[in-house]
């Protein structure tokens, strides 16, 4: 009788030892989870065994901001609080009705300092012009043809008040081809245009889309186009001075010295030629000792955006 409770005893620890065994073996097995299913999709990988996205490419030039890209093509670089000069005013000078022909061009992309050039659009020499400023460092603008009051033809191209917006936004497209690079705009003419509410409302939506700067002739005191670009946030400035109303020397001069002087009362000043009238550039190399010693230097139009922004002239001129 003895010996039957010892064969349970001995029955159950053998059937412990079994189930013991038989769990350790179910334990050491690898588990199914790190075998992926033969679905076509990746199987899951720890976030920190990933491999870094790539950074998102900074915006090209090409792409950026007008005053960015403008910074760009004459070797600055924009800055949110930029350093002021101790000593130095600045004079910008535009030179405007490019694109009619290469000759009257030249002597122009040789003058050493800082110079912007316009060029008029949907002309036969428009597009090569541009190539060639660009090339020679200098800024190029669109000068683009507006209506004047005196009932004058503007040029191929021109945006008038009678036109419909989407006639405006079409020619504002087809001139900006035609001189490819253009960093900004400045009107040819434009006295009538200059002053309608809705025209220059499509022309600076068009500018701000573009991401293009403008700069007002002032052909007309009655211009909305500084309002109108602020509320658009389009980067503004106004002529201050027109060179060349007068071909003698003496009243270029004149023109320069007057330019000085806004220069001088407010800091920078705007200053317009034309390609027609190539003794600006020995009257500019001749008054280089008294630039220096007035302190006042010629610079690009980047560094007068960036330091200041000029109110314009009442002096007119279609």
């Known amino acids: 009788m003895a010996s039957k409770p010892r064969a349970r005893y001995a029955f159950v620890l053998l059937t412990l030892i079994a189930a013991f065994l038989v769990i350790a073996l179910v334990m050491c097995l690898p588990s199914s989870r790190e075998e992926p299913e033969k679905s076509g999709a990746p199987s899951p990988v720890p976030l920190d065994a990933r491999t870094p ?13 007008a ?11 924009p800055s949110a609080e930029p350093e ?21 061009l030249g002597p122009f992309l040789e003058y050493p300092g800082p110079l912007a050039i316009a060029v008029l659009p949907n002309l036969p020499f428009s597009a090569e012009s541009a190539r060639r400023i660009i090339s020679a460092g200098k800024t190029l603008l669109l000068h683009c043809p507006m209506e004047p009051l005196n009932g004058e033809n503007p040029g191929p191209g021109a945006l008038l008040t009678s036109q419909t917006d989407e006639e405006l936004e079409s020619l504002l497209e087809s001139a900006l081809a035609t001189v490819p690079g253009a960093v900004g705009v400045n ?30 002739s002032r052909t007309t005191v009655e211009s909305v186009g500084e309002r109108t670009a602020g509320l658009y946030s389009v980067p503004f400035l106004a002529r201050d001075v027109f060179i060349d109303n007068e071909k003698d020397e003496k009243d270029i001069t004149q023109s ?13 000043a705007v200053l317009i030629g034309h390609i027609h009238t190539p003794q600006i550039l020995d009257i500019l190399k001749k008054e280089e000792q008294v630039f220096r010693e007035s302190e006042i230097r010629i610079v690009d139009l980047a560094e007068i955006f960036k330091y200041e922004k000029g109110t314009g002239s009442e002096d007119t001129r279609d």
Do not use: W
């Not at 005053?67 to 670089?77: D, F, P």
């Not at 002021?84 to 535009?94: F, L, T, Y």
């Not at 003419?189 to 220059?200: F, H, N, Q, Y």
């Not at 330019?259 to 920078?268: E, F, L, N, P, Y």
């Open 84 to 104: 002021r000069p101790e000593k130095g005013e600045r004079m910008a000078i535009i030179i405007d009705d490019a694109g009619y022909n290469l000759d009257d």
């Open 187 to 216: 009107n040819h003419m434009g006295s009538k245009a200059t002053a309608d509410e809705r025209l220059m409302s499509v022309f600076f939506s068009f500018l701000k889309e573009k991401r293009l700067f403008f700069v007002d």
């Open 53 to 65: 996205a790539p950074l998102q490419e900074t915006t090209s030039p090409a792409e950026g901001s």
């Open 67 to 77: 005053l960015e890209r403008l910074a760009c093509r004459t070797g600055g670089a």
């Open 256 to 268: 320069i010295v007057s330019g000085m002087a806004k220069a001088k009362t407010r800091g920078s």
